[in-house]
């Protein structure tokens, strides 16, 4: 299983990103896929998961409202929009697929590289 993702930058407060990441040799419709972030000294945390097979998904409490993860299964290739951005968003961001419910990096069984996305005041 190959996870690629793409889409980071450097922003300003208030502006959009769209991240995407394509996965390879994994079946998307039945795949539990999230993605996580790491700030600079700081744990990787989750940030949204999706169940596609039930369309079931989660958000972290810091990007409610502002984040939302789809697919596209045409192009397997899981999104994450992220609107009204801040600083406190600024980490690199990960694709991340397992085999059941995603609650933590625990849950992983594929990484993706990571993208940086930089938010600027």
């Known amino acids: 299983v190959q996870l690629q993702a793409s889409g980071g930058g450097s922003v300003q407060v208030g502006d959009s990103l769209r991240l995407s990441c394509a996965a390879s040799?994994?079946?998307?419709?039945?795949?539990?896929m999230g993605w996580f972030r790491q700030a600079l000294g700081k744990e990787r945390e989750l940030v949204a998961a999706?169940?596609?097979?039930?369309?079931?998904?989660v958000y972290a409490d810091s990007v409610k409202g502002r984040f939302t993860i789809s697919r596209d299964n045409a192009k397997n290739t899981v999104y994450l929009q992220m609107n009204s951005l801040k600083p406190e968003d600024t980490a690199v961001y990960y694709c991340a697929a397992g085999a059941k419910w995603i609650t933590s990096r625990y849950d992983i069984n594929y990484w993706g590289k990571g993208t940086q996305v930089t938010v600027s005041s």
């Open positions: 999706a169940m596609w097979s039930s369309g079931v998904t």
């Open positions: 040799e994994l079946t998307f419709s039945d795949a539990y």
